[in-house]
T-cell receptor
Framework: DAGVTQSPTHLIKTRGQQVTLRCSPK?????VSWYQQALGQGPQFIFQ???????QRGNFPDRFSGHQFPNYSSELNVNALLLGDSALYLC????????????????FGEGSRLTVL | KNEVEQSPQNLTAQEGEFITINCSYS?????LHWLQQHPGGGIVSLFM???GKKKHGRLIATINIQEKHSSLHITASHPRDSAVYIC????????????FGTGTRLQVFP
């Protein structure tokens, strides 16, 4: 059973460009969350998708957008890249525990390391 | 002040030592995660706790909801335990969003 897979693993972009990162959740999971981790920092929550809708969003500008597909995979899009967007972008999947108000255990991908020049 | 604080920030140990990493938080939570991050970035979830204690192999995690404190213990530490250990909490009123501590960097020497 493949865990959470992310692509690409590394990429380099220049300021002003746009980037799309992809995440396939662990089999059986229906919830995908995205995090940004700057060098030496803990991850910061970007947003979470469940049933193809954005459930919650962290303090990130509208340049950060996402999508979840019917097969539960997800994309993170960042427009008008800034140097400060350079970071490791982590995807985590989980199963929404209906009736409890929480998700179950999280499984993380290896991340996509974005460098903006 | 961060809502989730970890201590120590850095920890070195000799193989075989008992290790404790602490996490304190200042908000109401529904659950707490202990995560392990290896160089290169991959994160593995070790535990998800909402009360009491959990054990998995040489790892033990405890949480005291009243004191807003959790600990991760590693018994008989090994060089392969070297990693960054991160505490993350799910807010009680917002169960979609994890708030992370800045991590504890552990190095275990043979």
């Amino acid at each position: 059973d493949a865990g959470v897979t992310q692509s690409p693993t590394h990429l380099i972009k220049t300021r002003g460009q746009q980037v799309t990162l992809r995440c396939s959740p662990k089999s059986g999971h229906d919830t995908v969350s995205w995090y940004q981790q700057a060098l030496g920092q803990g991850p910061q929550f970007i947003f979470q998708y469940y049933e193809e809708e954005e459930r919650q969003r962290g303090n990130f500008p509208d340049r950060f957008s996402g999508h979840q597909f019917p097969n539960y995979s997800s994309e993170l899009n960042v427009n008008a890249l800034l140097l400060g967007d350079s970071a490791l972008y982590l995807c985590a999947s989980s199963l929404w525990l209906v009736g409890t108000g929480v998700t179950g255990e999280l499984f993380f991908g290896e991340g996509s390391r974005l460098t903006v020049l | 002040k961060n809502e989730v604080e970890q201590s120590p920030q850095n920890l070195t140990a000799q193989e075989g030592e008992f290790i404790t990493i602490n996490c304190s938080y200042s908000v109401g939570i529904s659950a707490l995660h202990w995560l392990q991050q290896h160089p290169g970035g991959g994160i593995v979830s070790l535990f998800m706790l909402s009360s009491g204690k959990k054990k998995h192999g040489r790892l033990i995690a405890t949480i005291n909801i009243q004191e807003k404190h959790s600990s991760l213990h590693i018994t008989a530490s090994h060089p392969r335990d070297s990693a960054v250990y991160i505490c993350a909490v799910l807010l009680f009123y917002n169960t979609d969003k994890l708030i992370f501590g800045t991590g504890t960097r552990l190095q275990v020497f043979p």
